[in-house]
């Protein structure tokens, strides 16, 4: 059961993906799309645990390096740390509330952008944060906590039905002894 969880990780993770890149892309506000990977790594994380938003949030991360990162790593590295911080609040929060992983993917957006900013712009030069702020990290982090409403709540029936298959499977292992 746990290679089934782990390849419907990988499978979500490959879908977000491929939708932010192409789908989004033609829904882009002013050239802002929303980050359905941290939707998605925040979620797992959320919702299983510290260890899973890691591994949910290096997958997320490295398709992202791969594809559009200038160093590898870069991107797993942000991503993985974002699924742990989520992961710390699986005991805290109950999962079937809504407001606290928007308040978390607005929180982890605005810290990755952040940390997009301070690598990748602020040690290049670039020191208008400000605008870097106004134009591109709230708006994102605005549009990506909208996008959270209706991702989270699938994301949330999915691993539903994922910890029902595993507990009938675990059942049906006990009584057929």
Do not use: H
Not at 40 to 58: E, H, N, P, Q, Y
Not at 76 to 103: H, N, S
């Amino acid at each position: 059961m746990r290679i089934r969880r782990k390849l419907v990780y990988l499978l979500v993770s490959l879908v977000c993906f491929i939708l932010q890149t192409t789908v989004f892309q033609g829904l882009a506000i002013g050239s802002i799309v929303p980050n359905l990977l941290l939707i998605v790594t925040i979620s797992f994380g959320f919702m299983r645990g510290k260890v899973a938003g890691m591994w949910t949030g290096f997958l997320c991360g490295i398709l992202k390096d791969i594809f559009y990162g200038n160093l590898l790593g870069f991107y797993a590295l942000i991503y993985l740390c974002i699924g742990y911080g989520a992961g710390c609040c699986m005991k805290i929060f109950y999962d079937e509330e809504i407001r606290v992983p928007m308040f978390l993917v607005a929180v982890g957006d605005v810290l990755y952008g952040l940390a997009v900013y301070g690598f990748q712009f602020l040690l290049r030069g670039r020191t208008d944060m400000f605008f870097y702020i106004r134009r591109i990290i709230i708006p994102e982090a605005i549009y990506t906590v909208l996008i959270t409403v209706i991702l989270y709540k699938l994301l949330f029936i999915l691993n539903k039905k994922l910890t029902a298959l595993e507990m009938k499977e675990r059942d049906s292992f006990w009584l057929r002894k």
